[in-house]
């Protein structure tokens, strides 16, 4: 059985957070505000992975609680990959798409899908992240956000 899966996130870019996306810290004066370490990505890439699977979204597996305040998501994708593999699923692919006005990405795309691949169990041609722009508008488009969106296709 195949099943696909969307995931979406927006995290608010502000003043006093380490920027992460990806598993990854990337240089930037302002990071994604959030309860856990906001990477937007991976959240976006759990929910997509836990839409396939119908097992519900992040935010009823992985309640805003003190167990996960400032949690790195690289450990959050790691439970989810854990119960995924217990109920029989393999990850065929996932393609993601990060919007933020800045810093650009593209420099850190490569480490990135290190980071994810092995966590996810896919090669690198398996996993697309790409960086975009808003082209200036909205929210987004004014660096006030980052959005991040991911599609899965999960195999059993
Ligand atoms: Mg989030």
């Keep these: 059985m195949l099943r696909i899966g969307l995931g979406y996130d927006i995290h608010p870019l502000v003043e006093g957070r380490r920027l992460i996306l990806g598993g990854l810290e990337i240089p930037s004066p302002r990071g994604l505000a959030g309860h856990s370490d906001g990477d937007g990505l991976i959240h976006a890439v759990i929910d997509a992975l836990l839409g396939a699977a119908g097992e519900g979204d992040i935010g009823r597996l992985f309640p805003a609680d003190p167990r996960t ?37 593209a420099p850190y795309v490569e480490a990135m899908k290190k980071k ?41």
């Design 69 to 105: 305040k400032g949690i790195s998501s690289l450990a959050l994708l790691r439970d989810v990959m854990d119960m995924l593999r217990g109920r029989g699923w393999r990850v065929v692919n996932v393609d993601a798409v990060v919007v933020a006005e800045e810093p650009r990405l």
């Design 116 to 156: 994810l691949c092995s966590l996810l169990g896919v090669d690198e041609a398996s996993l697309g992240i790409k960086g975009k722009t808003n082209e200036g508008l909205d929210a987004v488009g004014r660096g006030e956000a980052i959005a991040c969106w991911a599609v899965a296709l999960l195999e059993r």
